[in-house]
T-cell receptor
Framework: AQKVTQAQTEISVVEKEDVTLDCVYE???????LFWYKQPPSGELVFLIR??????QNEISGRYSWNFQKSTSSFNFTITASQVVDSAVYFC????????????FGQGTELSVKP | NAGVTQTPKFQVLKTGQSMTLQCAQD?????MSWYRQDPGMGLRLIHY???????DQGEVPNGYNVSRSTTEDFPLRLLSAAPSQTSVYFC??????????????FGQGTRLTVV
């Protein structure tokens, strides 16, 4: 069975702090995809990144970076120099190969960045 | 670009009433899905479709019905509303394959309350 665990329910930081959101997954598939989505207070879901299981290269996009480690089944998300606009609920998700319509989501981590 | 359009945005139903949540996408995606979001549980898959005429159950299908007569539309029917179906519902469409496999686009959500 597939499962995604985000153990951090809520995180509160002060602006400019770095923050890491943890994501641990379980799957028996050898090929799969991992995702991060952002849900700001307005409620919509915004795609941030997709990573496939055979590409363990870390990725950086501006202040965002992602660390994928197959050995520990983790796909962690770091925000550097956090800003108030980063306040949102962040979801990690998993799908099997070519089953993009079936996302398995973690419980979400609510990030609050205070000025 | 409209993307994924859900209607209505808000709905209050009485127990036992039925209704249809509408979802339409204009990106010609083959995959479409319905999720419900409940506090502390992330998003859970209700039903999904890999193309017109093909649907399948997700993790929490009971009490819901879907059909997919066209690529664009994927309505979700509540057969006899129950208070346990109070939730926020999201429709999504996604690429089935290729370099953007699994990248899902979500509608704005429907906040449903069953009293």
């Amino acid at each position: 069975a597939q499962k995604v665990t985000q153990a951090q329910t809520e995180i509160s930081v002060v602006e400019k702090e770095d923050v890491t959101l943890d994501c641990v997954y379980e799957t028996r598939d050898t090929t799969y995809y991992l995702f991060w989505y952002k849900q700001p207070p307005s409620g919509e879901l915004v795609f941030l990144i997709r990573r496939n299981s055979f590409d363990e290269q870390n990725e950086i996009s501006g202040r965002y970076s992602w660390n994928f480690q197959k050995s520990t089944s983790s796909f962690n998300f770091t925000i550097t120099a956090s800003q108030v606009v980063d306040s949102a609920v962040y979801f990690c998700a998993l799908s099997a190969y070519n089953q993009g319509g079936k996302l398995i989501f973690g419980q979400g981590t609510e990030l609050s960045v205070k000025p | 670009n409209a993307g994924v359009t859900q209607t209505p945005k808000f709905q209050v139903l009485k127990t036992g009433q039925s209704m249809t949540l509408q979802c339409a996408q204009d990106m010609n995606h083959e995959y479409m899905s319905w999720y419900r979001q409940d506090p502390g549980m992330g998003l859970r898959l209700i039903h999904y479709s890999v193309g017109a005429g093909i649907t399948d159950q997700g993790e929490v299908p009971n009490g819901y019905n879907v059909s997919r007569s066209t690529t664009e539309d994927f309505p979700l029917r509540l057969l006899s509303a129950a208070p346990s179906q109070t939730s926020v519902y999201f429709c999504a469409s996604s690429f089935p394959s290729g370099t953007r496999n699994g990248e899902a686009f979500f509608g704005q959500g429907t906040r449903l309350t069953v009293v």
